[in-house]
């Protein structure tokens, strides 16, 4: 997404590193979770596991993790792949017996009163607008009588179905399952604003009408329509498919980054290259980065090194690609307190100089020339650039791409 989305965008791509922190993937068979890219270990600041992921690796289970023929964790396998931190969260899931399959599951992570008092808050557990039933996430989104109400007007109270002990996820499970994209869409919408609602009544004692969540749940799902649209139109239909280089719309430039670790030196490197929408090489430049950076901290890094090369000279129309696809889902949205969140935060402030500006994912075969001048800072003493006429090593790749 670009650098001018609205308020009400912005709060909700923040508001998923809340949900984030609070679901992990329950280990029951392993079949069917990832090994990295997946929430599974219970550390409750970060569920991910954080050794280098080998890209060989990158859809291998959980299950192959297994002791085999017995229920037990791998130790052999657990101290060759992972850091010890990993390791150590690893062995403090305990593997159940029988044949359960992996399922998700979500601790509370909404700050509701009924939450507040669970982690010793002086607070009365009353949900304040009705007076009448405990204040937690089920019953502000679902069961409230004004929730209900919206609910009903929007067409999806047949999806929303609340059985007795159920919790927020079970409904949101079942809604999933009953209802077709658009409804699901609508839900998400109404979600936010029934809690947006719930924060306005607590903190400013503003009320609002069931028609006025309607309406802007209606709304935010028109917006959205319109800005998918719009970068369907402005980045190539076949970018989000496609394994190979494309060139950016008329009148933009493509900025390819990539982060080397170098293990053995113990630095990184950075390649970036810029292209027009003709394919032409415009500037390409590497950069040696600081010692001893974990692998998502360099990517980051990375980036910020990029925003501000561009930035000295072009501020508008620039797409820049990376294949770190944690590094541009953490740019799109989402905060927390860790060096690789500040480096991003640095990024998102670099960010506001621009205007028509996009930071989005890419395949590794698609960013092949960033990666090699990326790879090529371990034979660098300092930093390079060329501009106009590319170094020699990549002139050949950046022919047939231009093709």
């Avoid at 839900?187 to 009320?207: D, E, K, S, T």
């Avoid at 490197?269 to 394919?279: A, E, L, T």
């Avoid at 996009?358 to 960033?370: G, I």
Wanted: hydrophobic fraction near 40%; glycine fraction near 6%; charge should be positive.
């Amino acid at each position: 997404m670009g650098a001018n989305l609205s308020y009400v965008w912005r709060s909700l791509m923040q508001a998923q590193e809340v949900m984030k922190q609070g679901c992990r993937r329950r280990i029951g068979n392993g079949k069917s979770t990832r090994i990295w890219q997946v929430p599974w270990l219970k550390c409750p600041l970060n569920g991910y596991i954080t050794t280098v992921m080998p890209e060989e690796l990158k859809e291998t289970r959980v299950e192959n993790l297994f002791a085999e023929n017995r229920k037990e964790w791998d130790g052999d396998v657990l101290k060759d792949k992972f850091n010890d931190r990993d390791c150590e969260q690893i062995r403090n899931i305990q593997i159940p017996l029988g044949h359960r399959e992996d399922k998700w599951s979500c601790r509370r992570v909404f700050p509701t009163a009924d939450a507040l008092r669970r982690k010793s808050v002086n607070v009365s557990s009353v949900w304040s607008w009705c007076l009448t039933n405990v204040e937690d996430d089920l019953h502000v989104l679902f069961e409230c009588s004004f929730a209900k109400e919206v609910w009903t007007n929007v067409g999806l109270l047949n999806i929303v179905q609340v059985r007795p002990n159920d919790f927020v996820l079970c409904v949101l499970k079942r809604a999933f399952q009953l209802g077709d994209r658009d409804q699901i869409g609508l839900l998400g919408m109404v979600c936010w604003n029934l809690w947006n609602r719930q924060n306005n009544w607590v903190w400013n004692r503003i009320n609002c009408s069931s028609f006025s969540i309607q309406s802007r749940a209606f709304s935010m799902i028109a917006e959205w329509n319109r800005a998918r649209e719009a970068s369907a139109k402005l980045v190539n239909q076949n970018q989000a498919t496609s394994r190979v280089w494309t060139k950016p719309p008329e009148g933009w430039i493509k900025i390819n980054i990539d982060v080397v670790c170098h293990l053995d030196t113990g630095q990184a490197g950075v390649g970036c290259i810029i292209r027009d929408y003709q394919g032409y090489f415009f500037r390409v430049r590497s950069k040696v980065l600081q010692r001893n950076l974990q692998p998502r901290e360099a990517e980051a890094m990375g980036l910020r090194e990029a925003l501000t090369w561009t930035k000295e000279w072009r501020n508008n129309k620039g797409i820049f690609e990376s294949d770190a696809k944690g590094m541009v889902e953490a740019i799109n949205g989402g905060s927390g307190s860790s060096y690789f969140h500040m480096i991003i935060e640095d990024c998102r402030e670099i960010h506001k100089y621009f205007s028509e500006v996009l930071v989005v994912f890419t395949y590794r075969s698609a960013n092949t020339l960033a990666h090699l001048l990326a790879k090529a800072t371990y034979f660098m003493s300092g930093n390079q650039e060329w501009l106009l006429t590319a170094p020699e090593f990549i002139s050949c790749i950046v022919d047939v791409e231009k093709v």
